[in-house]
């Protein structure tokens, strides 16, 4: 017998042989893009990368509803959490226009998707981080006005020039931090490729830059920083979510924290970076579908961190659920990381 929730969104299907379906399972790591403003930057990059036709499947559901929800019947999916696609606003140079753009999409998402279907979507908001006080007032118009559950920032900001780049941990951004608490919404960290005068590693094998790692690496150090940083001894409820097992650092950041043990301080934290790891870390599935990565963060996290997602369009949900419905875990666990943990931390109203 299958696993059941709010079938009444959710269309039959019958799974292959030996296969179950949970239904009612919520997804945070869901891409959007206006087919007024290409969100994506600049095309060639992902054309150059991928196979052929990739990119143009993926451009089809950047842009569709009615895909995404035919997508979510066939997979037991109830709730798309959606966000605006990387490099986003992250990479409007000018700051005005950042903003600008930030609101326009905003409302673009809420118009097209949440409005039209409540009990589908719901958002993060885009925000201009080239003005942290601008960011504040659109991320708190996005949640009281237009019940959006949280923001979505990918990765560092550019500022005027490409290579002028800002981190979240800088002084600049607490002010953002104290918002998101204040709001008593999580801030999910998405990926995007390193800095362009940081890439020299990269150089002869461009297919490294992108997904396949240097997103990873690049958030990594991100999310180390904000570790590091302080920010979540000022802000002890402030949280924090990271895509793909935690961009690797379930693996990693118990070698790094037994190397900080013998070195002098590294930033203003008080406390191991593994412990704000546990408490003020969330964590989804979105484009890492294998089981054995997935028990080892099991392992070193709180299961009430980890949740399901996708990161479709980039990635298949048809892969993704399919693969989260069979992964070896307890019923409770299931339900837990496929829809509980999402719904509470996001106050869903489903």
Not at 38 to 53: F, L, Q, S
Not at 73 to 84: A, K, P, T
Not at 298 to 309: A, G, I, K, Q
């Amino acid at each position: 017998m299958g696993f059941e929730f709010r079938k009444e969104y959710v269309k039959d299907y019958v799974a292959p042989y030996g296969q179950e379906i949970m239904h009612g399972k919520i997804a945070l790591e869901e891409h959007y893009e206006s087919p007024q403003w290409e969100a994506t930057g600049d095309p060639k990059n992902e054309t150059a990368r991928n196979k052929e036709d990739y990119f143009e499947a993926v451009k089809a559901r950047l842009h569709s509803a009615d895909i995404r929800i035919a997508d979510m019947d066939r997979n037991g999916v109830e709730m798309f959490i959606m966000s605006l696609t990387q490099p986003g606003i992250q990479e409007v140079l000018d700051t005005k226009d950042a903003v600008a753009r930030a609101h326009e999409m905003n409302l673009w998402i809420y118009e097209n998707y949440v409005q039209k279907y409540p009990k589908r979507f719901n958002a993060f908001a885009a925000v201009a981080m080239q003005d942290p006080e601008s960011a504040c007032k659109e991320l708190e118009f996005c949640v009281k006005e237009l019940g959006f559950v949280g923001a979505l920032i990918n990765g560092y900001t550019m500022k005027n020039d490409k290579n002028n780049v800002e981190y979240l941990d800088e002084k600049q951004n607490f002010i953002f931090w104290k918002k998101l608490v204040e709001l008593n919404v999580p801030l999910y960290l998405h990926p995007r490729d390193p800095v362009p005068n940081q890439q020299r590693a990269y150089e002869g094998y461009s297919g490294l830059l992108g997904s396949a790692w240097g997103f990873g690496a690049e958030t990594a150090i991100h999310a180390i920083r904000l570790l590091c940083s302080g920010i979540f001894d000022e802000l002890p409820t402030a949280k924090l979510i990271l895509g793909h097992l935690g961009e690797g650092l379930p693996f990693g950041l118990p070698r790094l924290q037994h190397r900080l043990n013998n070195q002098k301080p590294c930033g203003a934290h008080k406390k191991p970076l593994t412990e704000y790891m546990e408490k003020n870390v969330y964590m989804t599935t979105s484009g890492h579908f294998h089981t054995r990565a997935f028990i080892d963060t099991l392992m070193e996290c709180d299961n009430r961190h980890v949740m399901f997602s996708s990161d479709t369009p980039y990635e298949s949900l048809d892969e993704a659920a399919t693969w989260f419905d069979n992964v070896p875990l307890s019923y409770a666990d299931r339900i837990r990381i496929g829809r509980t943990n999402a719904a509470e931390l996001l106050k869903l109203n489903i």
